[in-house]
């Protein structure tokens, strides 16, 4: 069993902010905008988020018609990519591995937290699809399967996408977000997004991931990872 760490929601390269964190330790997963929207998808303005206000409360005035690429999706429990190095990690992962998500989020109306890196949630893998083995039959069993995915709902052509799938008993959008990283000097003495000294400790991750690739977590930290969940 081992874990994958991978970083999702809306930034200030995708979208121009970053999801909001409350004085009670509670978030919005807010997603990047959708690049294809398709007619009659949802967009920042119509979705309200779970504390009640629409999710284009948080992002800029210019963005609350846009629709929204909302993946993962915390539904029924399902994340795609088709792009080189995030198809090559989820490709790795197996059933009953982790597959665990972080956003940067920034404080509203608090000064209890700060603009970080928090995880946010995680799925625990049921199955593992490659479209690129699919029967045309297949796909269009996937397409029903997993319809409230964001790339299915883009459309075909499938290629190179790889979903994967949550036990929807076993994967969460965490009610309060678990801070991952502290700033760092890079290489260039720039102050920038790396794992915390305590995280370090529990996952096996080291280095900066303000802009990174799925990061592994090996099997020897993946209880770590539980006894986080459970609090």
Do not use: C, W
Not at 129 to 143: A, M
Not at 164 to 189: C, F, H, M, T, Y
Request: net charge neutral.
């Amino acid at each position: 069993m081992k874990g994958l760490l991978l970083r999702v929601g809306i930034d200030t390269g995708a979208g121009g902010t970053l999801g909001p964190i409350f004085d009670d330790g509670s978030f919005e997963f807010v997603p990047i905008p959708e690049r294809y929207p398709q007619q009659g998808a949802n967009t920042y303005k119509n979705v309200v988020g779970r504390h009640g206000y629409p999710l284009s409360t948080y992002v800029p005035k210019t963005l609350e018609n846009t629709a929204m690429h909302f993946d993962p999706e915390f539904d029924t429990y399902t994340y795609g990519d088709p792009t080189v190095i995030k198809r090559r990690s989820l490709l790795k992962l197996q059933p009953d591995d982790l597959l665990v998500f972080y956003a940067g989020l920034q404080p509203f109306n608090t000064n209890r937290y700060q603009t970080a890196l928090y995880i946010i949630g995680y799925f625990t893998i049921q199955k593992v699809v490659d479209f690129n083995r699919l029967s045309q039959s297949d796909i269009e069993e996937y397409r029903h399967l997993y319809a409230n995915n964001a790339h299915i709902k883009r459309g075909s052509p499938f290629f190179d996408l790889v979903i994967v799938a949550g036990d929807i008993q076993n994967s969460e959008l965490l009610k309060k977000a678990i801070l991952l990283s502290q700033k760092k000097p890079d290489r260039r003495d720039r102050p920038t997004y790396a794992v915390s000294d305590e995280m370090e400790q529990l996952l096996g991750v080291t280095g900066f991931i303000q802009r990174s690739a799925p990061r592994t977590i090996e099997e020897g930290y993946i209880n770590n990872l539980r006894n986080i969940f459970k609090h």
